[in-house]
T-cell receptor, first 112, second 113 residues
Framework: SQQGEEDPQALSIQEGENATMNCSYK?????LQWYRQNSGRGLVHLIL?????REKHSGRLRVTLDTSKKSSSLLITASRAADTASYFC????????????FGSGTRLLVRP | NAGVTQTPKFQVLKTGQSMTLQCAQD?????MYWYRQDPGMGLRLIYY???????DKGEVPNGYNVSRLNKREFSLRLESAAPSQTSVYFC????????????FGSGTRLTVV
């Protein structure tokens, strides 16, 4: 069974706009990670946020984590056509922190 | 900077045939993983190896076996392929404490007819 579920399943925005994707999970976690997958390619690690952190930034990416609600969000600011991809959240549970469970992903389309 | 290398990239098998998917990493990672990805779904963990010499089942291990040949290599074997195993298979590796997350290979697209 999948631990993380992303929302929305698909998102279409104009270049320059911000994109927000959400992830909910079920059990206590050690950390939560976001990955990007371009069509036909492997996944690329974007950012990791630990359970004792609330917010993290990396370039145009901002991730928040609310452990009380068991949810996370990924914000991509000033989106570009090159950001078009699928985005997955993945959780590492407290009892097996090196093993990731992935959600079903959000497909992001950034229109030029 | 090879990272994680998977071979082959594409494969078509007939039902009942066997094959081994190869994976090698050159980042001195301790842990390695095999996932499968089906259309519209996230990745599901098949098997993993937390460290050299150990392997464990993931969410969907039935029909698969693995071998952690050494620290660099982790292979996935399908003994008797079934159409339900048609999927894209990804190998990944990490340090084990998840510093920096996983590094993924580019995938093997397997079709079983």
């Amino acid at each position: 069974s999948q631990q993380g579920e992303e929302d929305p399943q698909a998102l279409s925005i104009q270049e320059g706009e911000n994109a927000t994707m959400n992830c909910s999970y079920k059990t206590s976690i050690n950390n939560l990670q976001w990955y990007r997958q371009n069509s036909g390619r492997g996944l690329v690690h974007l950012i990791l946020i630990r359970s004792n952190e609330r917010e993290k930034h990396s370039g145009r990416l901002r991730v928040t984590l609310d452990t009380s609600k068991k949810s996370s969000s990924l914000l991509i600011t000033a989106s570009r056509a090159a950001d078009t991809a699928s985005y997955f959240c993945a959780t590492a549970r407290m009892d097996s922190s090196y093993k990731l469970i992935f959600g079903s992903g959000t497909r992001l389309l950034v229109r030029p | 900077n090879a990272g994680v290398t998977q071979t082959p990239k594409f494969q078509v098998l007939k039902t009942g045939q066997s094959m081994t998917l190869q994976c090698a990493q050159d980042m001195n990672h301790n842990s390695m993983y095999w996932y499968r990805q089906d259309p519209g779904m996230g990745l599901r963990l098949i098997y993993y190896s937390a460290s050299e010499g150990t392997t464990d089942k993931g969410e969907v291990p039935n029909g698969y076996n693995v071998s952690r040949l050494n620290k660099r290599e982790f292979s996935l074997r399908l003994e008797s392929a079934a159409p339900s195993q048609t999927s894209v298979y990804f190998c990944a590796s990490s340090y084990g404490d998840l510093v920096g997350g996983y590094t993924f290979g580019s995938g093997t697209r397997l079709t079983v007819v």
